[in-house]
């Protein structure tokens, strides 16, 4: 007894001593690139080319959002741990929602074709707006930056009519996930190792949060993967004739 206690505590302490060294690694390494250029445009400012005081900026730039997506994205982990991630249920149309993520995105990315596909009259569903939204920008976004340039990002919404359901898939043409690694990739801080994703931005939180809010606003969520692609699928119930006009708040 007093033994699985222990060890309990121990694992305990080695999953905290494990978060703080991902935590601290993903802080240092744009805060080191961020204090190098920015030493270097103080020291040699008039020995740079514009070109280069201008790619300097732009990596500070750079580097200063990830720390941002990082630093928001570890409140809202922090938040569902202790489940006070507030939510504002309402019935909602998502396809304007989506479109706005889909322009966001493609702002972004100008390299990437962007398709949108949906069936006319889609029944509204119950959502938390800001948290859908969410949800669409971390798959589209992740369809986009584990995709070559000059590939097609679909999206699609569709009705279930059987289940009474909406299903929105986001599509991309990327070289897909390797189904021995496809249960890890909603983990936590969960990466995985291949050179697509080494040379790629991220910090594993994305797909842990897309899930939880997901089945918070009880949905479901799929993915299939091939070296043609991925499809991330997210599942929501049609919004009920009772639900429609209410405004529902829980924490
Ligand atoms: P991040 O993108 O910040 O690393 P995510 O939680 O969003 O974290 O994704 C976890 C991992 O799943 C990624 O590191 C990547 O290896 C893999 N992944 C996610 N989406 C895709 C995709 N559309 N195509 C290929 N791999 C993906």
């Given at each position: ?98 479109e706005?993520?889909i322009q966001m995105i493609k702002s972004q990315y100008k390299t990437h074709y962007y398709k949108f596909e ?22 589209i976004d992740?369809a986009s930056k584990y995709s070559d340039e000059g590939t097609t990002v679909t999206v699609e ?13 986001v599509k991309d043409e990327g ?54 692609g ?22």
């Amino acid at each position: 007894m007093q033994n699985t206690e222990e060890e309990n505590i121990n694992k305990l302490e080695q999953a905290h001593i494990d978060f703080i060294s991902t935590v601290s690694h993903e802080l240092r390494t744009p805060l080191t690139s961020i204090r190098g250029f920015a030493e270097t445009l103080l020291s040699s400012y008039d020995r740079l080319t514009p070109e280069q005081r201008e790619k300097f900026l732009q990596i500070i730039k750079d580097q200063s959002n990830r720390l941002i997506n990082l630093v928001e994205n570890l409140l809202t982990v922090s938040k569902m741990q202790v489940n006070k991630e507030l939510m504002v249920y309402k019935t909602t149309d998502i396809v304007p929602l989506t479109e706005t993520v889909i322009q966001m995105i493609k702002s972004q990315y100008k390299t990437h074709y962007y398709k949108f596909e949906y069936e006319k009259n889609l029944p509204k569903i119950l959502v938390d707006t800001d948290k859908f939204q969410q949800i669409m920008i971390n798959l589209i976004d992740n369809a986009s930056k584990y995709s070559d340039e000059g590939t097609t990002v679909t999206v699609e919404i569709k009705q279930n009519y059987v289940e009474n359901k909406v299903e929105i898939t986001v599509k991309d043409e990327g070289s897909g996930i390797d189904p021995k690694d496809i249960d890890k990739i909603f983990n936590k801080f969960s990466r995985i190792d291949s050179p697509l994703t080494r040379k790629i931005q991220g910090n594993g939180l994305g797909l842990y949060i897309t899930k939880n809010l997901v089945e918070k606003m009880d949905g479901e969520i799929y993915v299939k993967s091939s070296e043609q692609g991925s499809e991330f699928k997210v599942v929501f119930k049609e919004a009920t004739p009772e639900d429609s006009g209410k405004k529902k708040i829980n924490e």
